[in-house]
């Protein structure tokens, strides 16, 4: 009597050998933008405008609000959930059949739900890991082995959706309020954990997963492609994307941009609403364009030693999620009111400047984390959890290192 083979062992998770570069530097490089988008919403003690910025800007903070609007708000997060989704198809190619890419990505998914929840309910509760999880769960099935219709389908019904969202968060928040989050002004730990759990659950979860919709299949649809897995092979196109997006959102986020800032006083409802949607849907153009840039990039460094910045932008983006958390923990530490409370008041400029310096100290931490030949904690845990404790491989060291 003989016995069934067993089934073939599980890959796991993509050496870090075997990444492709490009999507890696546009993650790290993503992680400045997803910075600076968020830390203006840590600000309190102003009255709040149009798109949630302060409505009493000047000088300096109006130079800052607008560029911003132009080439970081609604832009990096169409870019973060275009890589994620270029992410799964990339995962799925590992896999021995579609069924089971479709069954390890529904499992990443509910995994990154509870990150997600985790960190929107102890830190940030405009957390983008739940959304994605959660996209994750709902579309695996069309992202691993969807026809490329279906996923044009779903591209634009996401940019319909977007472009109604855009619609509505551009306007102020009702009342008088000086900050987008309650639990940004509440100075008592207990009660700030309450109000961002209702805050996280009860809006910036649907919310973040609504206004990256279309980024998800669209960043599949370009995977299938292999655009940034070979972008030698795709230079025209990047060079396009690029030359073509980037404008784009800059064009498309100037109607907002002076309304925020002050130039075009007083605009009607109509024109607000308007000028919200096309600042939102134009932000997937800036998103591409983005992408774009890091692949000609990534063509440049091809057959060369990388340098000191795009080592660490690389090494980053390996470890996109540690980053993108430890960002929130910085950020929590000092700007709101249960904590240090240095956001009461502050000027974007200044919040500007804490996003950058976040972003470059993190960006050190992970160069020498590759250096010394290891992963991210937020990676090793994602990654424990999908594949099991057997499927966590270290980093390579690189050549002379003891």
Known sequence: MTTAAPPPADPGATPTT??????????????????????????????LGLRSYPADLGGVDALVAAVQLLLVDGRAYPLFGFLFGYGIVQLSRRRDSPATAVRIARRRGWWMLLIGAVHGVLLWPGDIVGAYGLLAVLLAGALVAGRPARLRVLVVTGLVFTALFGMVSVLPPPGATDALLPSMTTADPVAALVIRTVEWGGIGLLANAVTVFAAVPLGAWVARRGVLDAPAQHRRLLLRAAAIGLPVAVLGGVPLALMV????????????????????????????GYAALF????????????????????????????????QSVAFVALLPAWTLGLGAG?????????????????LLVAAWSAGAGLRGPAELLLRRLTYGPRRVTGVARPAGSR
């Open 261 to 288: 800032t002050g130039p075009w006083a007083e605009p009607s409802l109509g024109a607000i609403v308007a000028a919200g949607a096309l600042h939102t849907v134009s932000g997937y153009a800036g998103g591409l």
């Open 346 to 362: 502050a000027h974007l400029w200044q919040t500007a400047l804490v996003a950058v310096g976040t972003w470059a100290v993190i």
């Open 18 to 47: 075997a990444r492709a570069l490009a999507p890696d530097l546009a993650r790290g490089g993503m992680l400045l933008l997803i910075a600076l988008a968020n830390v203006h919403v840590y600000v309190f003690g102003h009255p």
């Open 295 to 326: 692949g000609l990039l990534a063509i440049r460094l091809t057959g060369r030693r990388p340098g000191p910045l795009s080592g660490a932008l690389a090494a980053s983006g390996q470890r996109s999620l540690s980053c993108y958390l430890a």
